[in-house]
């Protein structure tokens, strides 16, 4: 019997780069939270052998995909034979730094650790996500977070506001190989923007946007067309594309994604209220 269970994206309230290691992986701190736009994960297990079915496709075989290489990475460790069959629906643009492939390999882990019986703590689940990707731990820690590190080091985060949000992707990706090696040893050295100025009482704040801008001025334009229909600040999420915009009101963000919509068909727009408690044990019916 499969089980269903939904993936939700991130935003980066503030990420700042401190740093960098000597082999190349940048240091940072950064504010994360959970977005109501969904991945779809069905999950159910098999005698043995895994198999990936994902609509629409994301990577160029099954193989590649966050989840197919969590569940396999999951099985090879725990040394089990038992597999699994996933299904992906893919909602949450790709290329869009609101972690959805993060979120997906992340709750694959949490369902068939469950499933196949290993009863792994998060902590072990965690150190297997940071293998495949860095924002993967903080998908498995269940709540709204302070990250450091390279993402593996993870911090309450229990005055973390809830903000009503219209997230835009702009119709197109970015790779975040190409924006992190666009930041040079001097913006890290001379602190990129700080001492920005607060709004409705936080500091929004990422260091990456720059580069992204400068990779993609279409965010840029996004952030003008939040800010001219209310917004009280923009800022780009993760690695970008996707930018979001902070709105007082539900009724005012909804008027705003809707206008956006319809000036820019092609593009994709959710609004929505972040939350901080991930969805996955409330989705969670054992026996069902």
Not at 103 to 131: F, H, I, Y
Not at 163 to 184: F, H, I, M, N, Q
Not at 232 to 253: I, K, Y
């Amino acid at each position: 019997m499969m089980r269903r269970f939904s993936a939700p994206a991130k935003v980066n309230l503030y990420l700042r780069i401190v740093g960098r290691r000597g082999d190349g992986y940048h240091l940072l701190e950064s504010g994360m939270t959970f977005f109501p736009w969904f991945d779809h994960l069905e999950v159910g297990c098999v005698g043995e052998g895994i198999t990936l079915f994902c609509q629409p496709e994301v990577t160029v075989s099954s193989e590649d995909n966050l989840v197919y290489r969590a569940a396999r990475l999951l099985q090879r460790k725990a040394g089990i034979v038992q597999g699994a069959q996933l299904r992906l629906t893919k909602v949450i643009p790709h290329g869009a730094g609101l972690g959805g492939g993060s979120s997906d390999a992340a709750t694959a882990l949490l369902a068939l650790n469950r499933l196949w019986g290993l009863d792994w703590p998060v902590w072990k689940l965690c150190e297997l996500g940071l293998e495949l990707g860095a924002d993967i731990p903080f998908f498995l820690g269940g709540g709204s977070a302070r990250v450091g590190g390279v993402g593996d080091v993870l911090a309450p985060y229990p005055e973390c506001p809830q903000l009503e949000l219209v997230v835009v992707y702009p119709d197109l990706a970015l790779a975040t190989a190409s924006v992190y090696r666009g930041v040079t040893p001097q913006m890290i050295a001379t602190g990129f923007q700080r001492g920005l100025e607060p709004v409705q009482g936080w500091v929004f704040q990422n260091d990456l946007e720059q580069v992204a801008r400068g990779l993609t001025p279409v965010i840029g334009t996004v952030c003008m067309m939040l800010r001219d229909l209310g917004a009280s600040v923009t800022l780009m999420s993760g690695s970008g594309s996707a930018v979001f915009g902070v709105f007082d009101h539900a009724a005012q963000a909804l008027r705003a994604g809707q206008a956006i919509a319809g000036e820019q068909p092609s593009w994709k727009i959710q609004q929505g209220r972040t939350f901080n408690v991930h969805p996955f044990d409330l989705e969670w019916q054992p026996g069902i």
